[in-house]
T-cell receptor
Framework: GAVVSQHPSRVICKSGTSVKIECRSL??????MFWYRQFPKQSLMLMAT?????????EQGVEKDKFLINHASLTLSTLTVTSAHPEDSSFYIC?????????FGQGTRLTVV | RKEVEQDPGPFNVPEGATVAFNCTYSNSASQSFFWYRQDCRKEPKLLMS???SGNEDGRFTAQLNRASQYISLLIRDSKLSDSATYLCVVNNEYGNKLVFGAGTILRVKS
């Protein structure tokens, strides 16, 4: 099946710094990728839809200037958490569709200290 | 009201038991439906799609009732390895956005 790879799997950063998370589709091209966030014991919440070659579409309540998304190629989307704060600590997961099925990256556990 | 609602559990069952999970969704125009499995601190993985006619995959049976906006998952002969969180997932009316339930925790014990 299709594979989506996400990196890094875990990152600890200081408050105020920025963190970049990469999401790659390894064996297929993805014009659209999705970024989710999951807090403990809660559901995955869609943050934004990443569109290759154009601006991302953000969900209501998600700050586009804080969560920068770049989808420069058909196999790579990046999410940069800028000026991270402890409340940004969460599990971030990307996803891409192949056919009718959604495949997920392994997730990135971000801890801001 | 949440778009997709599930009983959070946890469901604690012995090996070999049959367990059923329920899910309701609020958007009657939703197009497609899925059950995903998520292990602790891991990404979700597709367990099965859910069709109006009902579908079965080994020990797993999924049902959809569009009139009641209700989805179910039945697991027969539970195994220890079935322990996980089961996510009810609904695709919106445009087919371009998945909405996740909060998940139901299953713990199968020997």
């Amino acid at each position: 099946g299709a594979v989506v790879s996400q990196h890094p799997s875990r990152v600890i950063c200081k408050s105020g710094t920025s963190v970049k998370i990469e999401c790659r589709s390894l064996d297929f091209q993805a014009t659209t990728m999705f970024w989710y966030r999951q807090f403990p014991k809660q559901s995955l919440m869609l943050m934004a839809t990443s569109n290759e070659g154009s601006k991302a579409t953000y969900e209501q309540g998600v700050e586009k200037d804080k969560f920068l998304i770049n989808h420069a190629s058909l196999t790579l989307s990046t999410l940069t958490v800028t000026s991270a704060h402890p409340e940004d600590s969460s599990f971030y997961i990307c996803s891409a569709r192949w056919g009718t099925e959604a495949f997920f990256g392994q997730g990135t556990r971000l801890t801001v200290v | 009201r949440k778009e997709v609602e599930q009983d959070p559990g946890p469901f604690n069952v012995p090996e070999g038991a049959t367990v059923a999970f329920n899910c309701t969704y609020s958007n009657s125009a939703s197009q497609s439906f899925f059950w995903y499995r998520q292990d602790c601190r891991k990404e979700p993985k597709l367990l099965m799609s859910v069709y109006s006619s009902g579908n079965e995959d080994g020990r797993f049976t999924a049902q959809l009732n569009r009139a009641s906006q209700y989805i179910s998952l039945l697991i027969r002969d539970s195994k220890l390895s079935d322990s996980a969180t089961y996510l009810c997932v609904v695709n919106n009316e445009y087919g371009n956005k998945l909405v996740f339930g909060a998940g139901t925790i299953l713990r199968v014990k020997s």
